[in-house]
């Protein structure tokens, strides 16, 4: 049954006139103006947590440093501890921060979301009645100094920065080490190498995972290498780049404190003009990504081919067999681990689509994509991190090789006869290898037939002496 309980409101107003607002909500009426106007997407497309929370933590540190500029202490103290329940998630969590990913594209519904929110709770601290914008003001307090085209992108590279330093980096990471650990493992097992998807020559499991894990080390390079620019923050630029309506050395002051706060080495952004106008900085990131995503889509591809079967296919690896796989074919288990990982990745390349394109709509002075912007890279940073952190658990850890297959076809393998190249030359090591295809025979029959003799063959056809240079 429906409930048909009338919600119990107050009257707060903006400069359009006044609004109903729920009486158990913090926000004002601006927020509750863009609720009733961007009725998109439902709670699945709110804006994201770690926005909001780098948002508490942009308004506590400028409410901090605006009291070195004049704001009175006691106003400044209710603010920042205001902030902290921001910071905490603990307003997001009880629906204080409702308004969707699509609305205005320089995001100030949600900056003044945050105002209203850490306003009317300041009030509530000093012992106000919250609504009345007394003592406390969400525009002349909270956003003091500040503007949403300033904040909102500060706010994005707080959130996506300690995504990337505290979750992204620790999961690949901690991947790329069980694929080390493999290949150090498995550095003296011999198989046969594919390219093109048929045989080739000779290579040990070591040196296959080797890449691999080498695949993710270049990927934690490029997150590194994009993080200095991530680090600078727009804030101080204000409205337009030129910092109106803001103090000399309140920018410093502000993000030294952000960086104190985050534990991250935030600076201010050298240039605010190109710090309000692209959004190059998170393209960057996410090109980064798209690349993992493409390495990712790679290894798990790779090691799930590697180990089908368990009868018919390559049965090169045994992977962990984690549940049923079908509820049809009775025993049947498949390497769902990976399928997980390759929809990730292809998800993240999609996101990279968006990202590019509402990057490359910065017009003038400002790009108005920034909520389509943060929230896909957030949502790929966290897709990738539980992706690595759940392939590596519940897959790579448990992956044994199966040997008696490996040295199986290892034997079968016409690629060898690569090795006579030396000795007898391309064109008739090629004439002998499609001898024994087409005899469905072994080189060393065909090489004998060729009238090469058994020692020279057992000497110069040796798969442990194929592994690299002589």
Known sequence: MSSNKKVETRQESDTLGPMEVPMDRYYGAQTMRCLINFRIGGEEERMPRQIIQAMGILKKAAAETNQEFGLDPKLSTAISNAADDVISGKL???????????????????????????????????????????????????????????????????????????????????????????????????????????????????????????????????????????????????????????????????????????????????????????????????????????????????????????????????????????????????????????????QVMGNHVAVSVGGANGHFELNVFKPLIASNVLRSIKLLADGCISFNCNCVKGIRPNKEKLAKIVNESLMLVTALNPHIGYDKSAQIAKAAHKNGTTLKVEALNAGISEKDFNEWVRPEKMLGPS
């Open 92 to 346: 997001y969590d009880e629906g204080h921060f409702p308004l969707p990913i699509w609305q205005t594209g320089s995001g100030t519904q949600s900056n003044m979301n945050s105002n209203e929110v850490i306003g009317n709770r300041a009030i509530e601290l000093l012992g106000g009645r919250i609504g009345t914008k007394d003592p406390v003001h969400p525009n002349d307090h909270v956003n003091k100094s500040q503007s949403s085209n300033d904040t909102f992108p500060s706010a994005i590279h707080i959130a996506v920065a300690t995504a990337l330093t505290k979750e992204l980096r620790p999961a690949v990471t901690a991947l790329r080490d069980s694929l080390q650990a493999k290949s150090n493992e498995w550095k003296d097992i011999i198989k046969i190498g594919r390219t093109h998807t048929q045989d080739a020559v000779p290579l040990t499991l070591g040196q296959e995972f080797s890449g691999y894990a080498q695949q993710l080390t270049n990927g934690l390079q490029r997150i590194d290498a994009v993080l200095p620019r991530v680090y600078q923050l727009a804030l101080g630029g204000t409205a337009v780049g030129t910092g109106l309506n803001t103090r000399r050395g309140f920018a410093e002051k502000c993000v030294k404190r952000i960086a104190q706060l985050s534990g991250l080495p935030f600076v201010v952004a050298p240039n605010f003009f190109e710090a309000l106008a692209c959004r190059d900085a998170m393209v960057e990131v996410h090109g980064a990504l798209n690349v993992l995503a493409v390495s990712l889509m790679k290894v798990t591809n790779d090691i799930r081919f590697l180990g089908s079967g368990p009868r018919c296919g390559l049965g090169e690896l045994f992977l962990p067999e984690n549940e049923p796989g079908s509820s049809i074919m009775p025993g049947k288990v498949n390497p769902t681990q990976c399928e997980a990982m390759t929809m990730i990745c292809a």
